[in-house]
């Protein structure tokens, strides 16, 4: 599949995400109550979404930052988990909140989870993910947290690629037609 510029479509501006993301935010305040969170992004489609998450967040937060990879240079996922880089410090006891660009299969989610719980004792654990594509679910897993629905279309922008390209949108979009 060719992108080009040209092509998009806005799916949600840059003002829409940015009132969501205020609006997780003011949830997840209220949710931890001033206590430390450990923000897991996982890269390097979550960078932007985190980066904006974590400014309105106002309890002491530390980011890490994970990769895993399930895509490649094509528009549909290998259905294999791949763990770039997966380097975490000690957990127990922690809140932590990873926090995904988009949830599709399902299989990186699922594995990020099991990973948490099957390496760490946590205090709390909640998962946030910017979009959420439930059509194209293969395993059972939900967002504690998530942005806006995408149906089976791939999108780009804010920090969703495609080939490298197109993080740098402000903006999600999605190839017309
Ligand atoms: P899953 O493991 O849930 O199938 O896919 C998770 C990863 O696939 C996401 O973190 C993201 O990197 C990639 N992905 C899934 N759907 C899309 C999409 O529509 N656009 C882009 N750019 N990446 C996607």
Redesign the pocket.
Known sequence: MEINFEDLKVLYSEEQLQTRIKELAKEMNGFYKGEEVIAVC?LK??VLFASDLVRELDMPVKMEFIR?S??GSS?T?SGK?NAVDIKLPDLNGKNVLII??????????KFLIDFIHMNFHVKTFKFCSLLD?KI?RKVDVKPDYYGFD?DD????GYG???DGYYRNLKYIAYKEG
């Open positions: 996982a489609g979550a895993l399930s895509y528009t996922t988990v995904e660009d988009i949830v599709d299969t399902g299989l990186t989610a594509k194209t995408v279309k791939f999108v780009v969703l690629d495609y």
